[in-house]
C-alpha cells in the first residue's frame, strides 16, 4: 500500500484535497482474484480478466463529499418524479418510436445517472437505462483495502453488502410489475454478438449471480432468439424475463425482430425497454430536465425543481439556433438525440466545419462543457492525474451502488493505465471555521 502526503486538510471540500493528495493504492489482488472466483466459481477467471482487461478496475478509490452524494441522489429522486408528470411523458413520447408508445409496466433494472462534480456541485452529464458496471463494482468493493487514515471517512451507505438479494429483488419486482404471478423460471441476458462486448466478463458475473438465487439463467445473441405460439425461445427453450442490454433502444433493427414482437405483445418482460428509454435516456430529455421554468407549470415540486440545478443546460441542435450554438461552442458539448457510450459525441472546441455539418444534419443535442473532476494516482513511482465520473446504479429511487471512473481523453474507455471503475469513498463535511479566529 502507498500512502502519501495524508496531512490534515483544512479545505472547505476535503475531498478536493485527497483527490489531489491521497495516493493511495486500496485494490488488494489477491482479494479481488478471490472474490471473482468465489462469484463465477472458475480460478483461471480472474487471470484471463487480468490479461484481457488490464485496465477494467483502477487501483486506487475516489473521494466525494457526503453532501455531494447527498444532491446527487436528489437529482434522481427530481428526475424520476419528473418522469411521471403527464406533460412531460406526452413530449417525450412525441418524439418517441412506436416501440416506445405502450408501458408496460417495469421501471427498468440498472438504471445509470452519471455525474460530475465540480466546484459548484454536482452536474448530472446524462442518464442511461441500461448502464453497465455494477456487477463488477460490486465485487471490486469487496477487495479494497485501507486508504489514508485523516482520508477515512463515512461508510458508505450504498455499498455492495446485500448486493445479490436486492438484485434479485429488482428483478422480481420486475416481473411483478407487469402483471405477473410467482417469479420468472428463465432470464436472457441479451446483447448483440455478447461474447464479443467488451463488458461480456459482467455477463458471466450476472448470470451467475442470477443463477445463485434461483433463475435459471442465459446469456443469448439477440438474433438467436425467436418468437413463435406466443413464446419467446433461445435454443427452444421459454424465455420469461429479458434482461435487456442492446443499444438499439426502440429494437428497431431486423435482427431484433424476435424480441420487438415478443415484447410488442407483452409476451415477454422486458427491462430495460423502449418505454423507459423514451422516458429517461433519449438526450433530447435533457431539454426538458433542464427547464426549470417548464417543469414547474408542468407540476414538478418547488424542491424538485431546485434539485435539478443539477441537469446541465441542454438544447436541441436546430437551423434556428445553428448560429448561435457555433458561436458558443467553445462552451459546449454535442450528443446524438439517442447516442450511447460517448459515440458520436464532440467538444465544440474541437469542431471542425465538416464535423458541424453532420451535426445540423443528425439529431443533436448541445449541452453546456461542465469539466470533469481530476485524480491523482502514482504510477510506477510517477504521479498522473485521471479525469473521474461518478455512476448511481438506481432501481427505483432506491440507489443500489455507486461507483467512480477514471479515465483520460475525452471519454471513459477503460483503456486507460491507472484508470477503470473504482470504488467511493464519502468525505464527511469538515470542520467549521471558528468565526472568532
Known amino acids: 500500500m502507498i500512502l502519501m502526503a495524508c496531512t490534515s486538510p483544512a479545505d ?23 472474490a471473482l472466483k468465489q462469484a463465477v466459481d472458475d480460478p483461471e477467471f480472474c487471470t484471463r480478466l487480468s490479461q484481457s482487461h488490464p485496465h477494467l478496475f483502477a487501483t486506487t478509490p475516489v473521494f466525494v463529499p457526503s453532501m455531494a452524494l447527498h444532491h446527487m441522489h436528489q437529482a434522481v429522486l427530481a428526475i424520476e418524479a419528473a418522469t411521471q408528470l403527464p406533460a412531460y411523458q406526452q413530449q417525450v413520447l412525441a418524439w418517441a418510436g412506436a416501440a416506445a408508445q405502450r408501458d408496460f409496466g417495469p421501471a427498468g433494472v440498472f438504471m445509470g445517472y452519471d455525474f460530475h462534480h465540480t466546484p459548484a456541485g454536482p452536474k448530472l452529464i446524462e442518464v442511461n437505462t441500461n448502464a453497465g458496471g455494477a ?14 487514515p485523516e482520508a477515512r471517512g463515512d461508510a458508505n451507505p450504498w455499498n455492495p453488502q446485500g448486493f445479490e438479494a436486492l438484485v434479485a429483488g429488482m428483478f422480481r419486482q420486475e416481473w411483478v410489475r407487469q402483471g405477473r404471478a410467482g417469479m ?20 458471466i458475473l450476472a448470470q451467475q449471480l442470477l443463477q445463485r438465487q434461483g433463475f435459471e439463467t442465459r446469456i443469448a445473441d439477440a438474433q438467436d432468439l425467436h418468437y413463435r405460439g406466443g413464446q419467446l425461445r433461445y435454443q427452444e427453450e421459454p424465455i420469461d424475463l429479458v434482461y435487456n442490454r442492446l443499444v438499439d433502444f426502440s429494437l428497431q433493427e431486423p435482427r431484433h425482430a424476435a424480441l420487438r414482437a415478443a415484447y410488442l405483445d407483452g409476451a415477454v418482460v422486458v427491462t430495460p425497454n423502449p418505454h423507459l428509454h423514451a422516458l429517461f435516456a ?9 427547464c426549470q421554468e417548464q417543469l414547474t407549470a408542468w407540476g414538478l415540486e418547488p424542491a424538485q425543481t431546485q434539485a435539478l440545478d443539477a441537469v446541465l443546460h441542454t438544447e ?61 494516482i502514482q504510477l510506477e513511482g510517477v ?50 471555521p471558528d468565526p472568532s479566529l
Request: proline share 6%; hydrophobic share 40%.
Open 12 to 34: 472547505a471540500d476535503l475531498s478536493l484535497r485527497f483527490n489531489r493528495e491521497c495516493c493511495c493504492v486500496t485494490l488488494d489482488q489477491s482479494a479481488l482474484c478471490a
Open 135 to 148: 456487477f463488477l463494482n460490486a465485487v471490486l468493493a469487496s477487495a479494497q483495502g485501507a486508504c489514508c
Open 316 to 376: 436541441l441542435v436546430s437551423a434556428e439556433n445553428a448560429a448561435a450554438l457555433w458561436s458558443a461552442r467553445k462552451h459546449l458539448f454535442f450528443k446524438p438525440s439517442a447516442g450511447h457510450g460517448s459515440k458520436a459525441v464532440y467538444r465544440g472546441d474541437k469542431l471542425t466545419r465538416g464535423v458541424w455539418a453532420h451535426i445540423l444534419q443528425g439529431n443533436y443535442v448541445a449541452q453546456e462543457f461542465s469539466p470533469p473532476g481530476e485524480r491523482t
Open 184 to 203: 420468472p423460471q428463465r432470464i436472457a441476458l441479451v446483447d448483440d454478438a455478447p461474447q464479443a462486448q467488451y463488458l461480456y466478463p459482467e455477463f
Open 282 to 290: 433519449d438526450k433530447r430529455n435533457l431539454t426538458l430536465l433542464s
Open 383 to 432: 504521479l498522473a492525474t485521471r479525469k473521474m465520473d461518478f455512476r448511481l446504479y438506481v432501481y427505483r429511487s432506491q440507489v443500489l451502488l455507486v461507483a467512480a471512473r477514471l479515465y483520460q481523453g475525452q471519454t471513459t474507455n477503460f483503456r486507460t493505465p491507472g484508470g477503470g471503475f473504482a470504488p467511493v469513498c464519502i468525505v464527511p463535511p469538515g470542520p467549521k
